[in-house]
Nanobody, 115 residues
Framework: QVQLVESGGGLVQPGGSLRLSCTVS????????AGWYRQAPGEQRELVAS???????DYGDSVKGRFTILRDFAANTVALQMLALKPEDTATYYC?????????WGPGTQVTVAS
């Protein structure tokens, strides 16, 4: 069974940057899509960014222009470069891979944006 492990979360000041990384235990060529969701306390999980096998990317409206999703096939990793962070970006960030309609999730990594 595929396993995902996120890293790179932490505390950052508003306007700062972070890079999250997700290591996938299988060849990411095997999956239709990969990416990141996030969930803040009391909120629903929302899409942050995704990339599919055709290299088509999708971003949540609130992160467009600030976040970039990157995929490294050789290392089986999916990264999320986050710039110009805002307090409202504070959440637990979850990596996922998807094959057909089935999602597999990582345990999550906390990102806190505060001064």
């Amino acid at each position: 069974q595929v396993q995902l492990v996120e890293s790179g979360g932490g505390l950052v000041q508003p306007g700062g940057s972070l890079r999250l990384s997700c290591t996938v235990s299988q060849n990411i060529f095997d999956f239709n899509a990969a990416g990141w969701y996030r969930q803040a306390p009391g909120e629903q999980r929302e899409l942050v960014a995704s990339i599919n096998v055709g290299d088509v990317t999708d971003y949540g409206d609130s992160v467009k222009g600030r976040f970039t999703i990157l995929r490294d096939f050789a290392a089986n990793t999916v990264a999320l470069q986050m710039l110009a962070l805002k307090p409202e970006d504070t959440a637990t960030y979850y990596c996922f891979v998807r094959i057909l309609g089935r999602f597999t999730w990582g345990p999550g990594t906390q990102v806190t944006v505060a001064s």
